[in-house]
């Protein structure tokens, strides 16, 4: 996946996607649909109510907008730093910065990636789920905090499909708020691939069921 570039891909059931920081540096933007039907997609808040939390750990489950699951988190090796709260950078967020003329953007990359796997969402979505990206929450409680990320090279994030889905990545194009890791804050290419490991110890839904959501 090129620097500030997006690709999509279709993910049957059951299989990892294993999504690599390859130069560490790297935030990356994620949005999921039922392959079925693009009008049901991965929802953010739906997803913080169903795991009671702000940032997922491995076993925690993505749900839709129809609150099914559709992607778990069965292996981190990153140091787990992820955030689903931003949303995804657009051509208006940087004119807010104040950038003339046209920059490559995460919600483009995202319409670019499922358009090359001849697919149009049909709704913009801006909450994705931003892989990588070091968003804390401040002592009081309310406020955020936007920080590099803390990834090292070849930190990777892998996501089992809990249903036939596409799966779009945007390699975030952000180069003036300093959420990339490194001095410069230069965005990176980072890769992707779906790997055939055994993560049946990472229950899938509804194996694992919390009580109240
Ligand atoms: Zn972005």
Partial sequence: MPAGHGRALHLAAGRTVRLVNT???????????????LAEHMSMEASRVWTQRLNPLVGDSFVTTRRRPIL????????GVHDTFMAACDCHRYRVLGVEGYHRNCLDNMYEGLAELGLEPPVPILASFNVFMNIAVQPDGRTLLTGPTPCRPG??????????CVVAFSACPQDIVPIQGGAANTPRDAHF????????SVPAFPAWVPARR
């Fill in 155 to 164: 930190d990777s994030i892998s996501l089992r499909a809990e249903m036939d």
């Fill in 23 to 37: 130069h560490g540096t790297q935030v990356v933007d994620c949005w999921a649909w039922n392959a079925a039907d």
């Fill in 193 to 200: 691939e779906v790997i055939d490991a055994d993560f049946s």
């Fill in 72 to 79: 778990t988190v069965v292996e981190d090796t990153s140091p």
